[in-house]
Antibody, heavy 129, light 107 residues
Framework: EVQLVESGGGLVQPGGSLRLSCAASGFTFSSYAMSWVRQAPGKGLEWVSA????????YYADSVKGRFTISRDNSKNTLYLQMNSLRAEDTAVYYC??????????????????????WGKGTTVTVSS | AIRMTQSPSSLSASTGDRVTITCRASQGISSYLAWYQQKPGKAPKLLIY???TLQSGVPSRFSGSGSGTDFTLTISCLQSEDFATYYCQQYYSYPRTFGPGTKVDIK
């Protein structure tokens, strides 16, 4: 069974840092891209960041670019989100999710598009003084 | 970034009703659209990907359609466990973006 368990959330002051972790099990972690998605209290879902299976490609929402860093340790089956310069508006539940590829068979090569098929239960980050 | 809109933002329905939710993308996204269901205090759950492909284990009363900019999620016969918030999400380009959600509650 695929399982994703987030940890590392908590209360942090504005301007502070926090590192979230997501422990994965039940699948070959290194073969899958992974994502972080957040949800502010009473609000909708916001995609935050994604990383390829090898870790060689990373993507970010404009709202976190330059402040957050996604990474992974495939030897530990763990995904990370390093969050620096935290702001009140970063307060949210942070979910990690496993990506699944949707291939597009072009004339000469295959393109891959990724959606999130399995989600963890989330970890709460509160930024407040 | 591609902007996703949903309508309605909320609806009230009864068990057994047919419910349709619309999602629109600000530019063409082919069929790179997913639908998620979220219940209060829970993580989102994938219902449909590639605009119309049902995720394994999802009841067949859920269906999706559309391509390009206009998409729909239909629940053919609403059950009590379907009362939740539904989000569409494009994965055609980064940043991936979600619609604002449609809350389905009990009439």
């Amino acid at each position: 069974e695929v399982q994703l368990v987030e940890s590392g959330g908590g209360l942090v002051q504005p301007g502070g840092s926090l590192r979230l972790s997501c422990a994965a099990s039940g699948f070959t972690f290194s073969s899958y891209a992974m994502s972080w998605v957040r949800q502010a209290p009473g609000k909708g879902l916001e995609w935050v960041s994604a990383i390829s299976g090898s870790g060689g490609s990373t993507y970010y929402a404009d709202s976190v670019k330059g402040r957050f860093t996604i990474s992974r340790d495939n030897s530990k089956n763990t995904l990370y989100l390093q969050m620096n310069s935290l702001r009140a508006e970063d307060t949210a539940v942070y979910y990690c999710a496993k990506d699944r590829a949707h291939p597009d068979y072009g004339d000469y090569e295959i393109y891959y598009y990724y959606y999130m098929d399995v989600w963890g239960k989330g970890t709460t980050v509160t930024v407040s003084s | 970034a591609i902007r996703m809109t949903q309508s309605p933002s909320s609806l009230s329905a009864s068990t057994g009703d047919r419910v349709t939710i619309t999602c629109r993308a600000s530019q063409g996204i082919s069929s790179y659209l997913a639908w998620y269901q979220q219940k209060p205090g829970k993580a989102p759950k994938l219902l449909i990907y590639a605009a119309s492909t049902l995720q394994s284990g999802v009841p067949s009363r859920f269906s999706g359609s559309g391509s390009g900019t206009d998409f729909t999620l239909t629940i053919s016969c609403l059950q009590s466990e379907d009362f939740a918030t539904y989000y569409c999400q494009q994965y055609y380009s980064y940043p991936r973006t979600f619609g604002p959600g449609t809350k389905v509650d009990i009439k």
